[in-house]
């Protein structure tokens, strides 16, 4: 971005390869080519057409002015006339095929950008915030899309123009196109260096648009937080200060290219002033007529308006050239997790799950998120994952689904590696429930059956009844049809995991991967989900993340993650007698009195403050 300085913001020189990110369009220019050919061939028409008209009027003019020649007014005003109507048919079409194929190249990109972003991984989102895509997905395409379009066809026209004009001034009078001609090269030159120049303020005015974009999404998406804490004043004086800037970028832009309005129609106003000097003393000493003056006056004008034009023809590529680096830095991100599927895979999942020797390491980390895990977890059998936070539990889940890049013969299902299935029937048959509840703003039905909407109502009712659900909805006006609004904001925390919890169940996946679901409810509600939970799947492999004893001690085996290591691992009572942190951690959580004891030593102790985190957490 543009540096500032104590006197404003520095200029940045452009230089031809900021331009040059145009080339990446040249899909787009292949895929309509035949649609571009018509409009820069109808353009063409239209420019022959408009060439004829001065030489019809120059005979009409010489039949007036010349007594030696008959009047001849009648059949050029006719010529005219057809030519004229003829013209704007052309145009009309030939412009309409042109606002066609702009429509068309947004809609291409913008899918294309949709497309790429859905299968990006925390990288990605990591890099690009979801304001500064949407201000590329909506701002630059728009800023493309003209450039696809007319941009091209109007550089293509701009040459055949100015060669056309120069072409039937010398036909006309070859001295004096000589002159007119002359300062021309310089001002397009000029033009196109002034143009060139603008590619920094362009880019800087799209980035300060995102920024303005991603700080009110943000912003709306966290209304409830900024409204709890009173900060309103505050958001409102800091969107101030970016929506300012913005308008410092927008006006820099505007008013460089303002001076580049400006500063062509002066340059070209040498052409016309020698024309009527040069030119009125040809006709003066009948060297030209009156009529080929006239004629030669609408060439001038043909050539030079085109010229006086250039400059803000090539500012539309230089906003383009912007847009376009910034919409192919999100489509050349390389994608974290690629599909590599074997050719034969089991037309039947079981559920056995192994972990050998995991590690992963985040980008940008001190020492391995995940480091030498190993675990085999057969088929049917429930596993509860307790751990400090931070100590690898999410990490562990996301490796079996891939949000994670996980490293091949790591992770295995059936005896397959996870990197040998197609993601999306790895994730389809090991069905993950992420910890940040989520639902869209629609109805609860289609939130529920939001990977198969045919699914019958039978099969959500059960999924609900076992998420602990069911009686909210049968509390709720409309039932399963009540719309849950943005973000799902409409119902209580509990509800929206139960509601997360039951469109997870629907699908009855062999694997199921619970990341801490029942943080939000109470006692009574979680045993009512264990139980449905028991029922729904005593067949089928269950892994759930959890930071209470209560709900893990209805596992089949208990392990405890503690940096990166499988530190202890178990069942309920084996965990108990072995008085490490589990033990420690049901200590805490319980009202017993053989436990009181125990429970005030360690909450006294300053030292085992993740212990004491991890009961608050339950307790909040």
């Given at each position: ?55 019809l009027m120059k005979t009409g003019i010489d039949s007036l002015a010349d007594p030696e020649i008959e009047p001849d007014i009648i059949m050029p005003a006719i010529a005219i006339a057809v030519i004229v109507i003829v013209r704007f048919f052309v145009f009309v079409v030939t412009r309409r095929i042109m606002r066609r194929v702009s429509i068309a190249v947004a809609y291409d990109l913008r899918k294309r950008m949709f497309n ?505």
């Amino acid at each position: 971005m543009t540096s500032f300085t104590a006197t404003g913001p520095r200029r940045e020189r452009s230089s031809f390869k900021d331009i040059a990110h145009l080339k990446n369009l040249g899909v787009y220019f292949r895929r309509y080519a035949l649609v571009l050919s018509i409009s820069i061939i109808g353009m063409l028409v239209a420019n022959i057409m408009s060439a004829i008209v001065p030489l019809l009027m120059k005979t009409g003019i010489d039949s007036l002015a010349d007594p030696e020649i008959e009047p001849d007014i009648i059949m050029p005003a006719i010529a005219i006339a057809v030519i004229v109507i003829v013209r704007f048919f052309v145009f009309v079409v030939t412009r309409r095929i042109m606002r066609r194929v702009s429509i068309a190249v947004a809609y291409d990109l913008r899918k294309r950008m949709f497309n790429h972003i859905q299968y990006q991984g925390a990288a990605f989102f990591t890099r690009f915030s979801t304001g500064d895509l949407m201000s590329r997905t909506i701002n630059d395409i728009s800023m493309i899309r003209m450039v696809v379009s007319f941009g091209w066809v109007n550089i293509i026209s701009f040459f055949f123009t100015v060669g056309t004009g120069i072409y039937f001034m010398a036909t006309l009078s070859p001295s004096l196109t000589a002159w007119v001609v002359l300062p021309l090269p310089f001002v397009a030159v000029i033009g196109f260096m002034m143009a060139r120049a603008m590619f920094p303020y362009y880019r800087d005015q799209q980035e300060a648009m995102a920024a303005v974009t991603e700080f009110t999404q943000e912003n709306l998406n966290g209304i409830r937080t900024i409204q709890a804490m009173a900060q309103e004043e505050q958001e409102i004086k800091r969107f101030s200060a970016i929506s300012t800037h913005y308008a410092q970028m927008v006006y820099r832009a505007t008013r460089f290219n303002a001076w580049l309005g400006l500063v062509m129609p002066v340059l070209t106003s040498a052409s016309p002033v020698i024309i009527i000097f040069y030119g009125g003393q040809l006709v003066l000493s009948g060297e030209i007529t009156i009529g080929t003056f006239t004629a030669f006056f609408s060439y001038m004008m043909m050539v030079v308006w085109p010229v006086r034009m250039i400059g803000m023809s090539l500012s539309m590529f230089t906003a383009a050239a912007a847009g376009t680096q910034r919409i192919f830095e999100v489509l050349d991100f390389e994608q974290e997790i690629k599909d590599s599927p074997i050719a034969d895979l089991p037309t039947r999942t079981a559920g056995h799950l192994a972990f050998r020797n995991l590690t992963f390491s985040h980008p940008g980390a001190a020492r391995p998120t995940i480091d030498g895990v190993s675990v085999d977890i057969k088929a049917g059998e429930t596993i509860a994952i307790l751990g400090r936070i931070g100590a690898g539990k999410s990490t562990l889940l996301r490796a079996v689904v891939r949000l994670i890049d996980t490293p091949r013969d790591t992770v295995f299902i059936d005896g397959i590696d996870v990197c040998d299935y197609p993601v999306q029937e790895l994730r389809r048959i090991a069905t993950m429930i992420p910890q940040d509840p989520f639902l869209f703003s629609t109805t609860l039905r289609e939130n529920l059956t939001y990977d198969d909407p045919g699914r019958d109502d039978a099969e959500l009712w059960d999924a609900a009844d076992a998420a602990g659900l069911a009686s909210t909805v049968h509390e709720m006006t409309h039932g399963l049809d009540t719309i849950v609004g943005e973000r799902g904001q409409t119902l209580s925390g509990g509800q929206k995991q139960r509601a997360t919890l039951a469109r997870g169940l629907v699908r009855n996946a062999p694997i199921l991967l619970l990341d801490d679901c029942f943080s939000a409810v109470d006692t009574e509600t979680e045993d009512r989900i264990l139980s449905g939970l028991a029922r729904l799947r005593n067949d089928k492999t269950t892994v759930l993340i959890s930071h209470r004893v209560s709900t893990a001690r209805h596992a089949d085996r208990i392990l405890v993650i503690d940096n990166g290591h499988i530190a202890e691992s178990g069942t309920h009572d084996e965990l108990i007698e072995l008085g490490g942190y589990y033990a420690d951690l049901a200590a805490v959580q319980s009202d017993q009195d053989e436990d009181r004891a125990r429970k005030s030593r360690l909450l006294s102790n300053l030292d085992d403050s993740d212990v004491i985190e991890q009961a608050v957490e339950v307790t909040s």
